[in-house]
C-alpha cells in the first residue's frame, strides 16, 4: 500500500514535470518576443556579451514608436472591419441555410447540402487566383470589401449551424407551429436563439482564421495602408527585417489583442474550437 | 421522401419556398465564389497567361509538361511531404500526452491548458518572426544560450526539420484541446473495470485510451495532414528569398503563389494548384481505406 502511494506521487511530479517543461518551451518565444522589443538595438545584437534582459532599463516607449511609425491605428482598424463583416457575414448566411437544411423539407436538399460538403473537401487553395480576379475587377483591390469577399459565404458555418438545428427538440417548434407562426417568425423567435452556442463557435473560428489568415490579405491589399496585421507584418519583416526590437515590438503589438480576448472568453475559444473541430 | 411537384401541399410548399428563400445565399455564393472559381481554376491550368494579365491562350498540357518536368515541384511537393512528416505525428503525439495528463484534473490544468493553446490565437507571421530571430545564427536565443554556431534555417539539411519544430509548437494546443474533448466522452467505468482487473497507468493508456480515442485521434491526423500539406506561412515568413536552403523548404503553396502572385503566372500558378488538389485527393482516398483499417468505433 505504502509503495503504492509512493508509485502515484511519483507519477504525479513526473506529470508535473513534463508539463512544467512543455509551458516553460510554449512560452519562451513570448518571453524572447517582449524581451527583444524592449531592448535598444545595440543590447539586441549584442553576443558579447549576449544579453537576455535589456541593460539599459526596459525601453516601453519602443511600443509608442512603432505604433506611430508603422500606423498600427489603420492596421488594426483594417483587422477588426474585415473580421466584423466576415463573422456577421458567415453567421447570417449560415444560421439561415444551416436551419433550413437541419429543419426543412424541400425538394433539391440532398444536392445542395452535397454542394456544401464538396466545398470542404476541396483544398481552399483552387479557389483563389478566380477569387482574385474577381475582385480586382470588381474593383475591390485594397478595399476592406476585398478582404471580406471569400467570406461571404461559409459551407464549413453551414454544416456547423445544421448540426446545431437538428440537436434541438421538434416540440418547440411544433408547439410554435400550432400557434400560427410562420417559418420565418419560428426561425428568428424560436430556433435561432437556441443555436447560440453554435453560433457563437462558428463566430470565434471565423474570426480567428480571419485574424490568422496571410495569403489574402497579401495579395488583395498590397498598400501597407490598406492591409492587415498580418499581412502588414510580412511587410515590415521585408523592410525593417533587422531592426529586431522594431520587429518584436510590431508582433507583440499584433498578436496582443486577440491574446486578451483569447484569455477573457478563453472557455468558448476552447470549446468553441473542441466542437466545431474546423481545420485552422 | 420524394413527392412529385404536382403533388406537394400547400404546407409543403410553404415549406419550399420558405427553405429555397434561406438557403439561396450560401448556394449562390458557394457557386460564384468557390465552384465557378474551381473550375476556372482547372480551365486557367491549360492556358497561358499573356502579359499584364490579359488574354489567355489555349496552350493544352504545356504547363502541366513544364510544371511535371521540372525538378522544383517536384522538390517542393518532397518538402511539403517532409514538412508533414514533422508536424503531424509530433504534433498528434505530443498533444495526446499532454492531454492525457490534463485530462487527469491535476491543480492548475486551466493555466497548462491556457498556455499550450496560446499559440493558436496568434498569427502565424508574428510566430514565424519571433522563431526566425530565435533561430538567427549570429544573434539569436538558440544558438547563445547553448554556445553553438548551427545555421538552424540556412543549413539545407537542417531547415526543413527547423522549420517543423515551428510547426509543431503552432499546433500541439490545438490537438490537444481535440483529443481533451475526445478523452472526456470515454465512459470512467472502463478504467475502473480494467482497474479492477490489476491494470495500470500505461496498460490501460495502450488498451483502453487508445482504442476508444481513435475516431479523435484519426480526426486530428486527417485535418492536420491537409493542413500541412498546404503550409505556407511559416515558410513565407521564415524563408528569405536569398536563403540558400530554399530549395529545400519550400512547399507547393509557397510555390504556387511564387508563381501566381510573384512572377504573375497565373496558368502556371493555377497548374500547380490542379496538382496540389490531385495530390491531396489522393492522400485523402488513402485516409480513408486506413481509417476503416485502424479506428475503433464504438
Same mark, same amino acid.
Given at each position: 500500500?505504502?509503495?503504492?502511494?509512493?508509485?502515484?506521487?511519483?507519477?504525479?511530479?513526473?506529470?508535473?514535470?513534463v508539463?512544467?517543461?512543455?509551458?516553460?518551451?510554449?512560452?519562451?518565444?513570448?518571453? !524572447?518576443?517582449?524581451?527583444?522589443?524592449?531592448k535598444?538595438?545595440q543590447?539586441?545584437?549584442?553576443?558579447?556579451? &549576449?544579453?537576455?534582459?535589456?541593460q539599459?532599463? !526596459?525601453?516601453?516607449?519602443?511600443?509608442?514608436?512603432? !505604433? *506611430?511609425?508603422?500606423?498600427?491605428?489603420?492596421?488594426?482598424?483594417?483587422?477588426?472591419?474585415?473580421?466584423?463583416?466576415?463573422?456577421?457575414?458567415?453567421?447570417?448566411? #449560415?444560421?439561415?441555410?444551416g436551419?433550413? &437544411?437541419?429543419?426543412?423539407?424541400?425538394?433539391?436538399?440532398?444536392?445542395?447540402?452535397?454542394?456544401?460538403?464538396?466545398?470542404?473537401?476541396i483544398?481552399?487553395?483552387?479557389?483563389?487566383?478566380?477569387?482574385?480576379?474577381?475582385?480586382?475587377?470588381?474593383?475591390?483591390?485594397n478595399?476592406?470589401?476585398?478582404?471580406?469577399?471569400?467570406g461571404?459565404?461559409?459551407?464549413?458555418?453551414?454544416?456547423?449551424?445544421?448540426?446545431?438545428?437538428?440537436?434541438?427538440p421538434?416540440?418547440?417548434?411544433?408547439?410554435?407551429?400550432i400557434?400560427?407562426?410562420?417559418?420565418?417568425?419560428?426561425?428568428?423567435?424560436?430556433?435561432?436563439?437556441?443555436?447560440?452556442?453554435?453560433?457563437?463557435s462558428?463566430?470565434?473560428?471565423?474570426?480567428?482564421? #480571419?485574424? *490568422?489568415?496571410?495569403? !489574402?490579405?497579401?495579395?488583395?491589399?498590397?498598400?501597407?495602408e490598406?492591409?492587415?496585421?498580418?499581412?502588414?507584418?510580412? *511587410?515590415?519583416?521585408?523592410?525593417?527585417?533587422?531592426?529586431?526590437?522594431?520587429?518584436?515590438?510590431?508582433?507583440?503589438?499584433?498578436i496582443?489583442p486577440?491574446?486578451?480576448?483569447?484569455?477573457? &472568453?478563453?472557455?468558448?475559444?476552447?470549446?468553441?474550437?473542441?466542437?466545431?473541430?474546423?481545420?485552422? | 421522401?420524394?413527392e412529385?411537384?404536382?403533388?406537394?401541399?400547400?404546407?409543403?410548399?410553404?415549406?419550399?419556398?420558405?427553405?429555397?428563400?434561406?438557403i439561396?445565399?450560401?448556394?449562390?455564393?458557394?457557386?460564384? @465564389?468557390?465552384?465557378?472559381?474551381?473550375?476556372?481554376?482547372?480551365?486557367?491550368?491549360?492556358?497561358k497567361?499573356?502579359?499584364?494579365?490579359?488574354?489567355?491562350?489555349?496552350?493544352?498540357? %504545356?504547363?502541366?509538361?513544364?510544371?511535371?518536368?521540372?525538378g522544383?515541384?517536384?522538390?517542393? @511537393?518532397?518538402? +511539403?511531404?517532409?514538412?508533414?512528416?514533422?508536424?503531424?505525428?509530433? =504534433?498528434?503525439?505530443?498533444?495526446?500526452?499532454?492531454?492525457?495528463? @490534463?485530462?487527469?484534473?491535476?491543480?492548475?490544468?486551466?493555466?497548462?491548458?491556457t498556455?499550450?493553446?496560446?499559440?493558436?490565437?496568434c498569427?502565424?507571421?508574428?510566430?514565424?518572426?519571433?522563431?526566425?530571430?530565435?533561430?538567427?545564427?549570429q544573434?539569436?536565443?538558440?544558438?547563445?544560450?547553448?554556445h553553438?554556431?548551427?545555421?538552424?534555417?540556412?543549413?539545407?539539411?537542417?531547415?526543413?526539420?527547423?522549420i517543423?519544430?515551428?510547426?509543431?509548437?503552432?499546433?500541439? =494546443?490545438y490537438?490537444?484541446?481535440?483529443?481533451i474533448?475526445?478523452?472526456?466522452e470515454?465512459?470512467?467505468?472502463?478504467?475502473?473495470a480494467?482497474?479492477?482487473? =490489476? %491494470?495500470?497507468?500505461?496498460?490501460?493508456?495502450?488498451?483502453?485510451?487508445?482504442?476508444?480515442?481513435?475516431?479523435?485521434t484519426?480526426?486530428?491526423?486527417?485535418?492536420?495532414?491537409?493542413?500541412?500539406?498546404?503550409?505556407?506561412?511559416?515558410?513565407?515568413?521564415?524563408m528569405?528569398?536569398?536563403?540558400?536552403?530554399?530549395?529545400? +523548404?519550400?512547399?507547393?503553396?509557397?510555390?504556387?503563389? +511564387?508563381? /501566381?502572385?510573384?512572377?504573375?503566372?497565373?496558368?502556371?500558378g /493555377?497548374?500547380?494548384?490542379?496538382?496540389l488538389?490531385?495530390?491531396?485527393?489522393?492522400?485523402?482516398?488513402?485516409?480513408?481505406?486506413?481509417?476503416?483499417?485502424?479506428?475503433?468505433?464504438?
Amino acid at each position: 500500500m505504502e509503495s503504492a502511494r509512493a508509485q502515484a506521487r511519483l507519477n504525479k511530479f513526473l506529470m508535473y514535470l513534463v508539463l512544467v517543461i512543455m509551458a516553460f518551451i510554449m512560452l519562451v518565444p513570448f518571453a !524572447w518576443m517582449i524581451l527583444t522589443a524592449v531592448k535598444t538595438n545595440q543590447e539586441s545584437i549584442s553576443v558579447n556579451p &549576449f544579453y537576455i534582459f535589456p541593460q539599459s532599463g !526596459w525601453h516601453w516607449e519602443n511600443f509608442a514608436e512603432v !505604433w *506611430k511609425s508603422y500606423n498600427f491605428v489603420i492596421l488594426y482598424k483594417n483587422t477588426l472591419l474585415m473580421i466584423f463583416f466576415r463573422v456577421a457575414c458567415a453567421c447570417l448566411t #449560415a444560421t439561415m441555410a444551416g436551419y433550413a &437544411f437541419g429543419r426543412l423539407n424541400f425538394p433539391g436538399k440532398k444536392l445542395m447540402f452535397s454542394l456544401v460538403l464538396i466545398q470542404m473537401m476541396i483544398p481552399s487553395q483552387i479557389f483563389i487566383i478566380p477569387q482574385y480576379l474577381m475582385v480586382s475587377k470588381l474593383g475591390l483591390l485594397n478595399k476592406v470589401s476585398g478582404l471580406v469577399f471569400p467570406g461571404i459565404v461559409t459551407a464549413f458555418g453551414t454544416y456547423l449551424l445544421k448540426t446545431g438545428y437538428q440537436g434541438l427538440p421538434k416540440d418547440l417548434e411544433e408547439a410554435a407551429a400550432i400557434d400560427g407562426c410562420n417559418i420565418g417568425q419560428r426561425f428568428l423567435r424560436i430556433m435561432m436563439p437556441l443555436t447560440r452556442s453554435s453560433m457563437v463557435s462558428l463566430g470565434i473560428f471565423t474570426a480567428l482564421f #480571419a485574424f *490568422k489568415d496571410l495569403m !489574402w490579405p497579401m495579395i488583395v491589399c498590397t498598400k501597407a495602408e490598406t492591409t492587415t496585421l498580418s499581412a502588414g507584418l510580412a *511587410k515590415m519583416q521585408g523592410q525593417y527585417g533587422s531592426d529586431y526590437p522594431t520587429m518584436m515590438a510590431s508582433a507583440v503589438l499584433a498578436i496582443i489583442p486577440m491574446i486578451v480576448i483569447y484569455v477573457i &472568453f478563453q472557455k468558448q475559444f476552447v470549446e468553441g474550437i473542441a466542437t466545431s473541430g474546423g481545420k485552422l | 421522401m420524394k413527392e412529385p411537384k404536382a403533388k406537394m401541399s400547400a404546407a409543403a410548399k410553404n415549406e419550399a419556398v420558405w427553405a429555397w428563400a434561406f438557403i439561396a445565399p450560401t448556394i449562390l455564393g458557394l457557386i460564384i @465564389l468557390n465552384f465557378y472559381p474551381a473550375v476556372n481554376t482547372v480551365y486557367q491550368s491549360f492556358c497561358k497567361t499573356g502579359d499584364f494579365g490579359r488574354g489567355n491562350t489555349f496552350v493544352g498540357l %504545356a504547363n502541366y509538361s513544364a510544371a511535371l518536368s521540372a525538378g522544383e515541384t517536384w522538390h517542393s @511537393l518532397w518538402n +511539403t511531404i517532409k514538412y508533414a512528416i514533422i508536424e503531424v505525428p509530433f =504534433g498528434v503525439v505530443i498533444a495526446l500526452i499532454l492531454a492525457v495528463f @490534463l485530462n487527469k484534473k491535476l491543480k492548475g490544468t486551466s493555466a497548462f491548458r491556457t498556455i499550450f493553446f496560446l499559440p493558436m490565437v496568434c498569427a502565424p507571421a508574428a510566430v514565424a518572426m519571433v522563431w526566425k530571430w530565435l533561430y538567427n545564427q549570429q544573434f539569436g536565443l538558440l544558438n547563445n544560450i547553448f554556445h553553438t554556431n548551427i545555421a538552424w534555417i540556412s543549413d539545407p539539411k537542417l531547415a526543413w526539420i527547423s522549420i517543423g519544430v515551428i510547426g509543431v509548437w503552432s499546433v500541439i =494546443g490545438y490537438n490537444m484541446v481535440l483529443f481533451i474533448s475526445g478523452l472526456q466522452e470515454i465512459p470512467g467505468d472502463y478504467y475502473e473495470a480494467a482497474a479492477i482487473d =490489476g %491494470a495500470t497507468g500505461i496498460r490501460q493508456f495502450l488498451h483502453i485510451t487508445v482504442p476508444l480515442l481513435s475516431p479523435t485521434t484519426f480526426f486530428i491526423v486527417q485535418t492536420r495532414l491537409i493542413g500541412a500539406l498546404t503550409v505556407f506561412d511559416l515558410m513565407f515568413m521564415v524563408m528569405d528569398k536569398t536563403n540558400v536552403a530554399l530549395q529545400n +523548404t519550400q512547399s507547393i503553396v509557397y510555390l504556387f503563389y +511564387t508563381y /501566381a502572385f510573384t512572377n504573375g503566372n497565373k496558368g502556371y500558378g /493555377a497548374t500547380l494548384v490542379v496538382i496540389l488538389v490531385a495530390f491531396i485527393m489522393i492522400v485523402t482516398v488513402i485516409m480513408q481505406r486506413a481509417e476503416k483499417k485502424f479506428v475503433f468505433y464504438n
